[in-house]
């Protein structure tokens, strides 16, 4: 079945360090999402991707879905405080199963030394 | 917004009792909804699909007899942990598409705040 790597697994940067998390799929996918999920809370959504090459900016946050739509990233810049938490993407295809299943990636956990 | 609201947050509960978890979509309704279960630091887990009015769909590996899920309604569905012992302990999340009226991109999951389940 479809598998989405997620990479690192940790990250733990200084205040004010950039910070990246990368996603690769088994399979072509037709979107990726991605969402945070703070220490103790559920996943909120950030942001989607669909068309190939797509890049999207969200203040210091800026996604990329790769030209091949089967790997993206999310790059924080100058991370924070307030950026703690675990990232993770979630990618869709067309085959098969329920129109609207997603498959998460492991996730990335951010920790930010103030 | 979209608001998925989960009942309870926290439940602690004796083995062998069963466990009822609630997701209601407040202001949309939704069709189907997906319960996940999620380990400590590790990643969402698709436990199986529920859809409105009729059987739920299971992924592999999960017991439906376990894992009660009934969709009686448009704006709720439930999960029921039968006979719950500790290897059930585990942070319980409902999620549903809200569509397009709230967020662009009609499979845009919102998620319930989730619910921790303890067995003793």
């Known amino acids: 079945g479809q598998q989405v790597m997620q990479i690192p697994q940790y990250q733990h940067v200084q205040e004010g360090e950039d910070f990246t998390t990368y996603c690769n799929s088994s399979?072509?996918?037709?979107?990726i999402q991605w969402y945070k999920q703070r220490p103790g809370g559920h996943p909120v959504f950030l942001i989607q991707l669909v068309k190939s090459g797509e890049v999207k900016k969200q203040k210091r946050l800026t996604f990329q879905f790769g030209e091949a739509k089967k790997n993206s990233s999310l790059h924080i810049t100058a991370t924070q405080t307030t950026d703690v938490g675990t990232y993770f993407c979630a990618g869709r295809t067309n085959s098969g199963g329920s129109n609207y299943k997603l498959t998460f990636g492991k996730g990335t956990l951010l920790t930010v030394n103030p | 917004g979209a608001v998925v609201s989960q009942h309870p947050s926290r439940v602690i509960c004796k083995s062998g009792t069963s466990v009822k978890i609630e997701c209601r979509s407040l202001d949309f309704q939704a069709t189907t909804m997906f319960w996940y279960r999620q380990f400590p630091k590790q990643s969402l887990m698709l436990m199986a699909t529920s859809n409105e009015g009729s059987k739920a769909t299971y992924e592999q590996g999960v017991e439906k007899d376990k894992f009660l899920i009934n969709h009686a309604s448009l704006t709720l569905s439930t999960l029921t942990v039968t006979s719950a012992h500790p290897e059930d302990s585990s942070f319980y999340i409902c999620?549903?598409?809200?569509?397009?009226?709230?967020?662009?991109?009609?499979?845009?999951?919102?998620f319930g705040a989730g619910s921790r389940l303890t067995v003793l």
């Open positions: 999620s549903a598409h809200a569509g397009g009226k709230f967020i662009s991109g009609a499979n845009v999951l919102t």
């Open positions: 399979t072509t996918l037709s979107n």
